[in-house]
């Protein structure tokens, strides 16, 4: 009997001093479970929470900058949170841990993973028409994040969505696939895409036009020219164009060395449209000769004169030439003094 006091008093002792923790959180399902980055996504988590205060928390191995979230309302059976864009534009691409942290700091007994995504943007589709009744139209979308596109499809709210066959995403930047437009109706139409985390995203467009046609023959003298219609180019003279949509088509033929000719053909529903054009030879005018006129010159020479000049033999005292007029008066008075003498 006192063993038995002694068991019940031990056995109290244990339930004191070890608390009794709560029930761990446990994850049921998440919605969705792809993220992606450049705009905020929000997500919808139920289970069993033991606490009104939980926090979410994205975590990846090793990693220590784990991506918190904002938590817009929280119950015991439900989380409903929102990523914002700011933060999952600091984040790679993949896949992390999604985590329910306790009160007590402790993580949920289990995780589930969330896979990060960069954004599905839609840049251009080739062909932007396709002609009713004709069963095989191959397009390629060009855009981003399309690497796990898995469908798309055209979207009037007048008609039956349009959907594509044989869908290939080539890569993360571009999809392929084949529209059957037997017995479509002409419209225009959004383009839809959607991956296999049924993210859907429409933008772009895409005409059906009518499946009425007709040709034109074009011809040229001289043959052998290049021809475009609409601004391409079809090929060379004489050629027949065929299935080009009833309406109206700018051509032109081109041939070098002559003018570019030019005109508006007008295309009618089983029709031939002919065209017999004829070029003209490019001709150069003839370049002026200019004549030179010849003008008299005015040479100015200099001439070095040839003409000596004696140099006097320097002298200390100048010296006055003598006057011719001084030496005949001299030779007259000897004379006139010889006759005299005679006479005497």
């Not at 975590?59 to 918190?68: A, K, P, R, T, Y």
């Not at 080539?170 to 895409?193: H, I, Q, R």
């Not at 000719?261 to 054009?277: L, Q």
Request: some cysteine; hydrophobic content about 35%; glycine content about 6%.
């Amino acid at each position: 009997m006192k063993s038995l006091k002694i068991l019940l008093c031990l056995m109290v002792l244990l339930l004191v001093a070890v608390p009794v923790t709560a029930d761990s959180s446990t994850i049921s399902s998440v919605s969705p479970t792809v993220v992606y980055k450049g705009s905020p996504n929000t997500l919808t988590i139920t289970g069993n929470f033991n606490t009104s205060s939980a926090k979410v928390l994205l975590m990846e191995s090793g990693e220590d900058s784990n991506v918190s979230v904002t938590s817009s309302s929280i119950s015991t059976s439900e989380i409903v949170c929102t990523f914002s864009s700011s933060k999952l534009n600091d984040v790679d691409t993949g896949t992390r841990k999604l985590v329910i942290i306790n009160d007590d700091e402790s993580e949920s007994s289990n995780t589930v993973s969330i896979s990060i995504r960069s954004p599905i943007t839609l840049t251009s589709i080739s062909p932007k028409t396709g002609r009713a009744n004709n069963d095989s139209v191959k397009v390629t979308i060009v855009g981003t994040g399309l690497s796990d596109i898995s469908s798309f499809y055209l979207y009037n709210d007048e008609y039956s969505n349009i959907s594509a066959s044989s869908v290939d995403p080539v890569s993360s930047t571009k999809v392929t696939g084949t529209f059957d437009l037997t017995d479509k109706d002409e419209a225009t139409y959004d383009v839809c895409v959607k991956d296999d985390f049924k993210t859907t995203v429409c933008d772009l467009s895409f005409s059906i036009t009518s499946d009425a046609v007709g040709s034109i023959d074009v011809s040229s003298s001289p043959k052998g020219a290049t021809l475009y219609v609409d601004g391409s180019s079809i090929g060379s003279t004489p050629i027949t164009v065929d299935d080009l949509d009833v309406g109206k088509h700018q051509i032109i033929i081109k041939k070098s060395g002559y003018t570019d000719y030019s005109r508006s053909v007008k295309v009618t529903n089983g029709g031939v449209t002919t065209v017999d054009a004829s070029l003209d030879m490019i001709t150069t005018a003839p370049t002026a000769t200019s004549v030179p006129t010849t003008a008299p010159t005015t040479i100015k020479v200099t001439r070095k004169s040839t003409i000596v000049t004696s140099t006097p033999w320097p002298s200390d005292t100048p010296t006055t030439a003598a006057s011719p007029v001084g030496t005949l008066v001299v030779v007259g008075a000897i004379g006139f003094t010889l006759i005299a003498v005679r006479k005497h």
